[in-house]
């Protein structure tokens, strides 16, 4: 379910090529292994329509196919049995298309997810119209942006949010409600101002992005910024983070982010300090030997790891397992009690240990 009371859901897209079956199964795997909870394909012919059937059958999250440019691929994928099509408006501009995909859509309950990307919108003053594709030609980048138009002018968020409720008008015409709908940029501000917007226009589940975020470094910091901005707001219902790395990156870094505004609470969250010249062990590195360690814990419960008795103790006590480690020892912590001191060479399996028990406890509780 996306949408309503149902929590934030944590998606990713394939970097396979779709028409070979088995390395997108292969990825997905590894992607529900992950956590990732919708999936999503490139769908760039009809080749790649047809292979969704059989990537659909292996794998156990729901399917969306991308599509662009060409509908019959979307009739295509929905004969392929996909859960969801997202279509772009920008480059699907002929309003009879689109119409027959939603009937076709409409008979099998398969939603859609408008996708309004920044790269590809329609020329201005051409929404839902064809022809005038070129970018060079069709006015979008000469738009200015929230805020920097003169006299309440045109801007890029005004074209952004048009572009989608164009398509949305389709939609509703056909009594079809099944709706997504995203609006992504890459710059933040035009990103979050144009999901505020439609988020006081319609009531669809809004699927949240930065488009083409960066690498895993860069790309999880914007992202984190965007979209956090808008779910601390109470806007957003689905997200992806778009990273130029493996997938797994993607949905590691999504369920950081839900974590982080407490939205979501799916497997551990590490606490860990920065280290200074106070720390008697290697922080950086017992911090990432604990956080690897961790990803096969899947209970929410919080783990403390700190250096020093400055502020060890008191950030460990607030955790649900933590280890403040000195010169030769340290000291685990359950709930705000210390529970052992173990030598240096033993902290490690102790606080795994203790981590077991409070996986356990968590497990059984109601």
Not at 38 to 59: H, T, Y
Not at 130 to 154: C, F, I, Q, W
Not at 225 to 253: A, Q
Request: aromatic content about 4%; some cysteine; glycine content about 10%.
């Amino acid at each position: 379910m996306v949408g309503g009371d149902a929590p934030v859901t944590v998606q990713s897209m394939t970097k396979t090529d779709t028409r070979d079956v088995a390395a997108t199964v292969e990825q997905i795997k590894g992607l529900e292994e992950e956590g990732c909870e919708i999936i999503r394909c490139a769908v760039p012919d009809m080749e790649a329509a047809k292979a969704l059937a059989g990537i659909k059958s292996q794998i156990s999250i729901p399917l969306i196919a991308d599509i662009h440019f060409h509908y019959k691929l979307a009739l295509e994928a929905l004969e392929s049995g996909v859960d969801c099509l997202r279509l772009n408006p920008g480059n699907i501009r002929d309003r009879s298309k689109v119409e027959t995909i939603v009937r076709e859509a409409r008979v099998r309950q398969v939603p859609i997810r408008i996708g309004v990307n920044f790269g590809s919108l329609p020329p201005v003053g051409r929404i839902g119209m064809t022809g005038g594709m070129s970018r060079h030609t069709d006015g979008v980048n000469a738009l200015p942006k929230a805020g920097e138009a003169s006299d309440n002018g045109y801007t890029v968020v005004d074209h952004m949010v048009d572009t989608g409720l164009w398509e949305i008008g389709i939609l509703e015409d056909l009594d079809f409600d099944l709706i997504k709908i995203s609006l992504k940029a890459f710059d933040i501000d035009t990103t979050v101002e144009a999901y505020k917007r439609m988020a006081k226009l319609v009531p669809y589940p809004l699927h949240l992005g930065i488009t083409e975020a960066g690498t895993a470094t860069s790309g999880s910091i914007r992202s984190a910024i965007g979209l956090g901005m808008l779910l601390y707001d109470g806007i957003g219902d689905t997200i992806r983070v778009s990273l130029s790395d493996d997938p797994r990156k993607e949905v590691y870094t999504g369920f950081e982010i839900l974590k982080t505004l407490e939205l979501r609470k799916a497997g551990p969250v590490l606490i860990a300090c920065p280290s200074c010249g106070r720390a008697d062990v290697d922080v950086h590195k017992l911090s990432n030997t604990v956080d690897e360690m961790l990803k096969k814990i899947k209970s929410p419960i919080k783990v403390a790891v700190m250096g020093c008795e400055v502020n060890g103790p008191g950030e460990a006590k607030d955790a649900d397992v933590g280890i403040a480690a000195g010169a030769g020892r340290a000291i685990i912590f359950r709930r705000g009690r210390k529970s052992r001191i173990v030598d240096e060479a033993d902290m490690l399996s102790a606080l795994m240990e203790e981590v077991s028990i409070a996986e356990a406890e968590a497990t059984a509780s109601p």
